[in-house]
């Protein structure tokens, strides 16, 4: 289940880096074409941008989704140890504690 969570992950972003590098490219190809355009070139270059700022929108979301979904397991599980367990929970809340403590005392 991890490895397909990989692949999608690994998917949406080689599809998010293309969409940023077009992004950036016609953002470019704006900028240098805008004091040269007329209305009806610039009204095409602005959709081609909008279009694009729209794929990389829809691929960040995509890309995103198994991060949260995964965050939402981990926090389910923590919570539910948690729960079940809740002066382990304490004693290691309290050890972590201490341990940071000290850490930062020695400086």
Same mark, same amino acid.
């Given at each position: 289940?991890?490895?397909? &969570?990989? %692949?999608? +992950? %690994?998917? /949406?972003?080689? =599809? *998010?880096?293309? %969409?940023? @590098? #077009?992004?950036?490219?016609?953002? &470019? !190809?704006?900028?240098?074409? !805008?004091?040269?355009?007329?209305?009806?070139?610039?009204? =095409? /270059?602005?959709? @081609? +941008?909008?279009?694009? *700022? #729209?794929?990389? @929108?829809?691929?960040?979301?995509?890309?995103?989704?198994?991060? +949260? %979904?995964?965050? =939402?397991?981990?926090?389910?599980?923590? #919570? #539910?140890?948690?729960?079940?367990?809740?002066?382990?929970?304490?004693?290691?809340?309290?050890?972590?504690?201490?341990?940071?403590? +000290?850490? /930062?005392?020695?400086?």
């Amino acid at each position: 289940m991890m490895d397909q &969570e990989a %692949d999608a +992950f %690994d998917l /949406a972003s080689s =599809r *998010l880096l293309a %969409d940023f @590098k #077009n992004l950036i490219s016609d953002s &470019e !190809e704006l900028l240098y074409a !805008e004091p040269t355009a007329t209305g009806e070139g610039f009204a =095409r /270059a602005r959709a @081609k +941008f909008q279009a694009i *700022l #729209n794929r990389a @929108k829809a691929a960040l979301a995509i890309a995103s989704q198994p991060v +949260f %979904d995964r965050t =939402r397991q981990t926090a389910a599980t923590a #919570n #539910n140890y948690v729960n079940g367990n809740p002066w382990t929970a304490v004693g290691i809340a309290m050890s972590a504690g201490l341990l940071i403590g +000290f850490l /930062a005392a020695r400086r």
